[in-house]
């Protein structure tokens, strides 16, 4: 029971985070425009260097507040990033001037690296042949927060353009008092270890972990591609579904809202059905050819329902992430599950930098009139080679694996 219920907390956390970063983002936009006082041209370029400003952040602080875990614990770090979040939501909601609203997403982006401290505290509860399916409990948070969020922030700003702001803080606080009273510390005394600012960062703290594992390099090295693979999404499907097909904006909403339902299902309730059936190496390949069949689908289309064929059947990439996330918390012992995931956020991060820049170029040169070559669904397919080489990465670190796995019976 206390399992549960502490997998129930840590499933809300990053529930709440996700509904809290989805809740905004409608009325961002208009918020910027208003405190900034320039036209939504403009905005767009500054929310730009805002979605830079926050990965950025990820990146120097998801391996200091990975380590911070392993020394004090997961209870203390994670409670004390949701209180943040919640009074740095306050800060955006009474945000006078522009400047204000830069140092709030900036903070979000510290708030945000928490959840190294999350999939830490999930390694911590779970048996390690279990832990890829309860790491996709995590990607079913983030699912279904996609889905909720920007249609409850949507409703909400018409109310009042800050509403959204003030609910994600109300948000945060409740989830802070509940995580006070019920959540429980995961991390024995006895796995604890001293905090070195020299080791809180990715790549002191890759150099460590290689010293119990060298997959350990492989596996997040195939995390980070895989990122970059798949923040195609947030980064320019929308955008690509008006160029390639016509889709209007509700035609993207609805389409956006059945990506993350079904990237939901696939690993909130897939995992656990699949893994046990083709193990964590298999799982990790079929998501891939997931990937692969549904650019071919968006590629070809010629119809609404052809897309959201493509959609279906894209969400078998939903299997990659947690597999491999699950192998690899098993490549190190449980006084470096922190470090781990501060590493592996360090390293995503970096994709949430590098990715969107890259999808919108590949959409800018391959439609419209100027277009070289007429392929709206470029974005798609250059994310389909960054995701085989992310296999590729993921495989060499598989048969450098040692020994046999706890769950070597279903992963050959």
Sequence with gaps: MLHRASLGFVFVVVLIDMLGFGIVIPVLPGL??????????????????????????????????????????????????????????????????????????????????????????????????????????????????????PALGGILGTIEPRLPFLAAALLALANFAFGLFFLQESLAPENRRAFDWRQANALASLRALRGQNETVLWFVAALGVWQLSHIVYPAVWSYMAIAAYGFTARQVGLALAMVGLSSALVQGLGLRRVLPLLGERRAVMLGVAGLVAATVLYTTATATWMVYLAIAVGSLEGFVQASIAGLNSQAVDARSQGELQGAVQSVGAIAQIIGPPLYAQALAHCSGPDAWIYLPTMPMVLATLIGLVALALFLIGASKLDGVHPSSSTSQ
Excluded at 36 to 50: C, D, K, N, T
Excluded at 117 to 129: F, G, S
Aim: hydrophobic fraction near 55%; glycine fraction near 14%.
């Design 32 to 149: 910027i425009m208003h405190l900034a006082r320039v036209p939504i041209s403009v905005a767009a370029g500054y929310a730009g260097w805002l979605s830079a400003g926050y990965a950025m952040m990820q990146f120097v602080c998801a391996p200091v507040i990975g380590n911070l875990s392993d020394r004090f614990g997961r209870r203390p770090v994670m409670l004390v990033a949701i209180l943040a979040l919640g009074l740095d939501y306050l800060l955006q909601w009474g945000a006078p001037v522009f400047g204000w609203l830069i140092v709030g997403r900036l903070l979000a982006g510290v708030t945000g690296a928490s959840f190294s401290a999350a999939y830490a505290y999930i390694a911590d509860i779970t048996p390690p042949e279990k832990r890829a399916a309860s790491f996709g409990l995590v990607g079913l948070a983030f699912g279904v927060g996609f889905v909720i969020g």
